[in-house]
């Protein structure tokens, strides 16, 4: 890990390549895009719409994560995304970010909650997606991931997901796909980490990052300038990889330069794919 750090800090186009390597191995024959979006708000049920119809303008199929209580309170707006052949992955069933003060404030931490309470959400929000989508969920993401990274936390969620029949999870950063490859096989079950930026290759690109976090040093300029540079440096080239981008709609359907990225990445490429075709076209 550590040369890693060093290396996307001193020469992050060594890292790309050296990624680019690593998803050749996993059996990518060329650059593919994946969409994800969470949707832990109540925001997101007002605006998702919007964001789907430009996805599907351009024949781009998302991938959706919503806690299942929200599944259930926006139940008409996600069955109607569902049968529209995206794919919905078990985000949990409890709401993990509450309006409050005028704002919305994160809540329900894994690494806080203990173990029976983890697998009492995973149970929960499995039985939701079904109730709603009429399709079982085969993977899963961590509500708030990036504080749940200890190996010992995602062997505990790995086993119990694999117990559940589950095939994948998203639930970590960058850093994984550089020390272990976009697609990370552990017999059979595999975990698909989000991607980073070019100039910033461990720095997920996401909307919370480039937007909202508070204290950033990069702008919403600069979301749009690093999809841009990863989509030359691996498309142009047809170089090997994976570009697991999510955002949250809430957060994107008024920001231009979420479409204009996406736009950018149509007009050069139609690799797009889900979680579900991506495993297919591998394995």
Same mark, same amino acid.
């Given at each position: 890990?550590?040369?890693?750090?060093?290396?996307?800090?001193?020469?992050?186009?060594?890292?790309?390549?050296?990624?680019?390597?690593?998803?050749?191995?996993?059996?990518?024959?060329?650059?593919?895009?994946?969409?994800?979006?969470?949707?832990?708000?109540?925001?997101?049920?007002?605006?998702?719409?919007?964001?789907?119809?430009?996805?599907?303008?351009?024949?781009?199929?998302? #991938?959706?994560?919503?806690?299942?209580?929200?599944?259930?309170?926006?139940?008409?707006?996600?069955?109607?995304?569902?049968?529209?052949?995206?794919?919905?992955?078990?985000?949990?069933?409890?709401?993990?970010?509450?309006?409050?003060?005028?704002?919305?404030?994160?809540?329900?931490?894994?690494?806080?909650?203990?173990?029976?309470?983890?697998?009492?959400?995973?149970?929960?929000?499995?039985?939701?997606?079904?109730? #709603?989508?009429?399709?079982?969920?085969?993977?899963?993401?961590?509500?708030?991931?990036?504080?749940?990274?200890?190996?010992?936390?995602?062997?505990?969620?790995?086993?119990?997901?694999?117990?559940?029949?589950?095939?994948?999870?998203?639930?970590?950063?960058?850093?994984?796909?550089?020390?272990?490859?976009?697609?990370?096989?552990?017999?059979?079950?595999?975990?698909?980490?989000?991607?980073?930026?070019?100039?910033?290759?461990?720095?997920?690109?996401?909307?919370?990052?480039?937007?909202?976090?508070?204290?950033?040093?990069?702008?919403?300029?600069?979301? #749009? #300038?690093?999809?841009?540079?990863?989509?030359?440096?691996?498309?142009?080239?047809?170089?090997?990889?994976?570009?697991?981008?999510?955002?949250?709609?809430?957060?994107?359907?008024?920001?231009?330069?979420?479409?204009?990225?996406?736009?950018?990445?149509?007009?050069?490429?139609?690799?797009?794919?889900?979680?579900?075709?991506?495993?297919?076209?591998?394995?």
């Amino acid at each position: 890990d550590r040369i890693i750090w060093r290396s996307s800090r001193l020469c992050p186009s060594l890292l790309l390549h050296i990624y680019s390597i690593r998803a050749k191995l996993a059996g990518l024959d060329g650059a593919y895009l994946i969409l994800s979006f969470d949707c832990d708000t109540e925001k997101d049920i007002e605006v998702v719409a919007k964001v789907d119809a430009f996805l599907e303008s351009k024949g781009i199929k998302a #991938v959706y994560a919503v806690p299942g209580q929200l599944l259930e309170e926006g139940k008409n707006v996600y069955r109607r995304l569902s049968d529209k052949g995206n794919e919905f992955i078990n985000h949990g069933y409890y709401k993990h970010s509450i309006f409050q003060d005028g704002r919305y404030i994160s809540q329900f931490y894994y690494d806080k909650i203990g173990e029976k309470n983890i697998i009492d959400d995973i149970d929960r929000g499995h039985h939701a997606v079904i109730d #709603v989508t009429g399709n079982r969920p085969f993977g899963f993401r961590v509500p708030h991931f990036g504080t749940y990274q200890k190996k010992s936390q995602l062997s505990f969620l790995y086993n119990a997901l694999k117990s559940r029949g589950y095939a994948y999870s998203s639930s970590t950063p960058p850093i994984k796909a550089f020390c272990h490859g976009p697609i990370i096989d552990m017999g059979g079950f595999y975990e698909i980490p989000v991607s980073g930026c070019y100039d910033i290759p461990l720095l997920i690109l996401d909307s919370w990052n480039f937007r909202f976090a508070p204290g950033r040093k990069v702008s919403e300029r600069d979301y #749009v #300038v690093q999809f841009k540079k990863m989509i030359d440096f691996f498309v142009n080239s047809n170089r090997p990889s994976l570009l697991n981008y999510y955002a949250d709609p809430s957060q994107i359907y008024d920001f231009d330069g979420f479409y204009e990225a996406i736009e950018y990445f149509t007009n050069k490429c139609q690799n797009t794919t889900d979680y579900r075709g991506l495993l297919k076209n591998i394995l």
